[in-house]
């Protein structure tokens, strides 16, 4: 009972939570043209910079009983944004996006089309089945599972030595990247082993994110010939499946290591950047001016960067940089650039604070 | 720095095929993509980033802050996927015959001939249980642990990465640290559980300076020495392990 109980809870923070607080952002975009997956993927880039911005002071100020502190936090935080999109959601929903769905504006095209899709949804429902079913056993989790179990029993924020036993000074290089105490807070707030929540649950929901992003990607790709989506999103499943041409692969991340705040960076957020400068640059070809959630969400997708690895500020500013760039060059708007720039700021924060307190 | 930069490169390519089939995906979009935006994300910005990673000044920057083991990381930013899959459904979406399910199928079938199955790989195995760890690591877990308190256990080396995922109260006088060569760690208790044969006589003495309540060997191992002569006796045998306990050591609460 009390594992059933925790699942439904895990559904709740894992589906319901990212979906309410994406509304949020989905409300100050243009309503018509987003869906589900926009809620989603945005919901969740939103939680993960929340929770950045919650766990690492607790982190570097040493606070004692920190996680706990944490939990209450952010769980608080959450559910209140959860609850303003929730009513965004209630009050707008409807009238202003009256074809909510997970696949938007799929019509009909054809039998082929329907296969194509039924092919990936196949391919999709595999990877989560071996998700479950199968395990990689990688030496890293001997730290960032164990930091999950540790944080979870003991309520301390990287005070404990994963590997072993006893207590250790603060681990900097880490602490600053708390991923796995996300992982913890599920745990918690499920009541559910934080192994298992780790090995299984967490690559049951972000296997299907990282597919809503390819999704969106792809919507944006194929805007005016969506009948090449399902068979584009077909080649993004196989290409994942078979991107184990070496262990480096981001691709073979998010299959084996799913767990790891690494695969998060590379399969989920580094693709959501992609995915907000294909809005923001189409956007700006059209001449909108309402394009400020957007930069919001990149700098939240910045900071959700530094929640999975402490690369994650360089990777980000390298990203934003030269995308920066690029844009102002070839849309000669030096606006893209500086805006651009101003989204690298939470990155430039964590990694002076890493610097610092190194 | 030059064969650091390409050692990487290569260490991420693999195989080179699917990385190929990306070089050859932007070549093609190169000379027909004719969107702005298309080209800004899906070609300026990647061939920027391989020429920021190709430039030994920037790796130098890099390799200076962040170390060698992870520059390879900066080839994530290539959208590897997204482009190989859209450039694939753009040349599909050219042809007009019936020729375009045999080009989609003869496509499918190229990316797995050069790719690698992920799930092929050697370090896959079917899940035991939800924990995602082996039954004998659970097992022995739940069998020596005690509610409220913490247990020192000494352990196998294939169990060393996998403890302490599970369960915080059980503790290990070391861990993965042992398994890095590259971290140079270093400790003689370890050498002699590793050894073909399991000399009590050193092991257990070793075990009882880490005030160790428990020591796991697998059961199929020669031992030599008597374990009574430290103190210690057996306590179970479960899942092709033997645990044996120190009696001298308190283990209530």
Known sequence: ?358 | MWRLITGSFQNFMGTGLIMGWYLLTLVYLWFTEKDRRRRVLLLYVPLAVLALYFNPLFARLVYGAVGDEIYYRILWLLPVTIVVAYGTACVYGRIKSRKKYWFAALSAVLVMVSGSCVYCSPHFHRAENLYHMPQAVVDICDAIQVEGREVMAVFPKEMLSLVRQYTPLVCMPYGREMLVSRWGADNPLYDAMEAEVLDMNVILPLAKTYSSHFVIVPEGKETVGNVEDYGFVLVDRIDGYVIYQDTGVYIGL
């Open chain 1, 1 to 358: 009972m009390a594992i059933i109980a925790g699942c439904f809870i895990l559904c709740i923070w894992l589906v319901g939570i990212p979906l309410l607080t994406g509304a949020v952002p989905a409300f100050f975009t243009e309503r018509r043209k987003h869906s589900l997956s926009f809620m989603w993927t945005s919901g969740y880039i939103l939680s993960w910079a929340l929770f950045q911005l919650v766990t690492v002071p607790l982190v570097l100020l040493h606070v004692s009983q920190g996680f706990k502190l944490a939990v209450k936090l952010f769980a608080g935080l959450s559910l209140a944004l959860a609850a303003v999109g929730a009513f965004l959601l209630l009050r707008y929903g409807k009238k202003k996006s009256p074809h909510l769905s997970l696949i938007k504006g799929e019509s009909d095209r054809g039998r082929l089309h329907r296969i194509y899709w039924v092919i990936f949804l196949v391919l999709a429902a595999l990877q989560l089945a071996l998700a479950v079913g199968m395990t990689y056993q990688d030496g890293d989790d001997a730290y960032y599972v164990a930091i999950s179990t540790l944080t979870e029993s003991s309520n301390t924020l990287y005070e404990l030595m994963p590997y072993s036993m006893g207590a250790t000074g603060l681990d900097m290089r880490h602490g600053l990247a708390p991923f796995p105490v996300w992982i913890a807070f599920l745990a918690r707030i499920s009541g559910l082993p934080a192994v298992s929540v780790a090995h299984v649950a967490v690559p049951l929901a972000l296997i299907p994110t990282t597919y809503m992003i390819f999704y969106q990607i792809g919507g944006q790709l194929f805007d005016k010939k969506k009948e090449r989506l399902p068979l584009f999103l077909c080649f993004t499943a196989i290409l994942v499946i078979f991107g184990n041409y070496s262990l480096y692969t981001a691709e073979n991340f998010m299959l084996a290591r799913s767990r790891q705040g690494k695969s998060a960076l590379g399969c989920i957020v580094i693709p959501m950047v992609l995915l907000l400068f294909f809005l923001i640059l189409d956007r700006a070809e059209k001449g909108q001016k309402d394009q400020w959630m957007l930069w919001l969400l990149l700098g939240a997708a910045v900071t959700a960067a530094c929640l999975c690895t402490t690369l994650g500020t360089m990777l980000m500013c390298l990203l934003l940089g030269v995308t920066g760039l690029c844009s102002a060059l070839a849309y000669r708007r030096l606006g893209l650039a500086v805006k651009t720039a101003l989204c690298c700021a939470p990155a430039l924060v964590y990694a002076a604070l890493y610097f610092v307190v190194e």
